[in-house]
Structure formats: structure tokens, C-alpha cells
């Protein structure tokens, strides 16, 4: 069966911008682990991620009108790809935004920037061999290994160095799941993008992944005191709506569509650092030595994964 084609919907632009383009999304995904974290101190964990997509599902449909205005072969529909824009949104969105917000009430930003990003990836792959079938090379093995490798140093510092904070180590596996969540999210993507424009996918998986939030975060949004909400929760929220959660998604794939999704999962390093510098500045987060090594581990075996899923011309997106 031949797969419908997918309307054209990408700018065009250079290779310069391509690249600012990528470097943009990446910081933005590596400040949201911050920006979350600041608000869950406002509201219960439920309700933050609530109203990020909730927010984030009319920026996006909104987006997808304006598009729509000035072209009338923009796409504004799955085109009967509902269930699987659906499946999207209950993994992608709503479990895993859910896991992390919850993780950060937990734990810390800087923990859930590093481990996310960097274990992503690995499950990724573990899960395309499992389920896709795809052939495990030696470099995916050694990559792996270093991977697990990194992740074992960084909680052993954790559970050894804080071993009365339960709290984290609890918050850490959190992310440990939401990145699951995200590599099913990937792997699921990969065949429905094929399909349906990103930017439609990204607008209705987060409009029904709100509507799952919004279901789980019923009572805890009956408890907000909204009235003492300060202005810069707002801007805080508003900003990860718009930016990590819209445009940042809309930007990668838009990347992986103009230079492929070799080169733009390069980029996708900088997430880590990016979450990292800005968790140590704006809310003092401080990695201890182990817990640094661990995390340049961790990065090193994503790396070699990387290299290997490039040359193959079969890469996994890895993200946020």
C-alpha cells in the first residue's frame, strides 16, 4: 500500500539558519526542565503540566490556522491518521509530561536534563531491536554500555552520596520512565510522520494528550489558588507552551527535513548542557564530580549510538 503524500509545508532557508534553527529548539528544550521546575512550585505537578499543553495545543492550532490563511494547501488534519495522532498524544504528551512534572517535584531540574536526553536514545534503540527488528551492531553495543555505564555512576552518587533524599532517587526514575515514554513516542512518530505533517501531528497529539492531563489533574486543578498566581508563573508557562513545546518540535522536524536526521540529532547534545548551565544559574542546581562524569558517560555512549545510526542512514530521533 503506497503512503499519501504529505503536503509541503517547509520554509525554505539556508543551511545558517537551519542550524540557528536546531540550536534554538535545543536550548528551548533544555530550559524547560528549568521552567518546570520553577512552577511546580506554584501548583501541583498535574495542573503545571495542564496548563503548559493545554496552552501548547492552542498555540499550535492556531499556528496551523494561520498557515492555513496564507496557503490552502497547508494540511489541518491527521487525514484519517486519528488513532495513531491519538496514541501520540497518550504516550508523548500526556504520560510523559506527566512523569516528568511529577519527577520534578521530586527531584531535581538539573537530574531530569541529563538523564532524559541521554537516556532516550539507548532505549530507543533497545526498543527498535525488540520490536522493529533491527540488526544490533557492535558499535550500538559498545555505545550502550558506556551509556548504562554513566547512568549506574550518576544514581550511585545519587543513592549513595544523598541516601536519606528518597524524594530524588523516586523523582529520578520518573525520568527514567518519561524517557521510555519518549522513545515510544519516537519510534511510534517515525511511521506516522510519514504520513501527516509534523506540525499537525505536534498540534493534535498535544490537544488530546491535554485532554488526558486535564482528566488526571482534575482535583489538584479545583485546588489552585489561581487568584495568587503571580505574573511570572504566567510568563513561565506561556513561554514553555510556545517555544519548548510548539515551536521547538515544529523547528526540529522542519531541521531533520532540511539537512536529515543525522546531522539534526547532533544538535540534540546541547539539550543537556543547555538544561544544565541554565539549572546551576537560575535556580542553583550543582552537580556533584561523580554525577558530572557520569553525565560526560552518558553523553559519550549516546554519541557513539549516533554515529552508527548515521552512517546506517537510519538514525533515531532522540529529544526533550
Known sequence: MKTAAVPAQTPTFGKAATYAMLTATAIFWGSAFVTSKIVVGDVPPSAAAFIR?????FFAVLLLIILRSRDKTVQVTPNGN??????????????????????????????????????SPAITVVLAVIFLKEKFRWQQVTGLGITLAGSAVFFLSVVLGEVRDIHRITGDFMFIAAAACWSIYTLMGKKILQRISPLVATAYAM????????AFSVRDLAAVHWTH?????WVSQFYMALFPSVLANWFYYLGVKRIGPARAAVFL????????????????????????????????????????????????????
Open 82 to 119: 486519528w488513532a495513531g495522532v491519538l496514541v501520540l498524544g497518550l504516550v508523548g504528551v500526556a504520560a510523559y509530561n506527566l512523569l516528568l512534572f511529577w519527577g520534578l517535584a521530586y527531584s531535581k531540574a538539573s537530574d531530569g536534563s541529563m538523564i532524559i536526553p541521554t537516556l
Open 207 to 214: 490537544l488530546f494528550g491535554s485532554v488526558v492531563i486535564g
Open 229 to 233: 498566581l503571580s505574573l511570572d508563573f
Open 269 to 320: 547534545y546541547i539539550v543537556p548542557v543547555a538544561g544544565l548551565v541554565l539549572a546551576t544559574v537560575m535556580i542553583g542546581d550543582v552537580l556533584t564530580v561523580a554525577q558530572i562524569a557520569g553525565s560526560a558517560l552518558m553523553l559519550l555512549g549516546v554519541s557513539i549510538v549516533n554515529r552508527r545510526s548515521g552512517r546506517r542512514k537510519k538514525d533515531i530521533d532522540i529529544a526533550k
Open 53 to 57: 499543553f493545554g496552552l501548547g495545543a
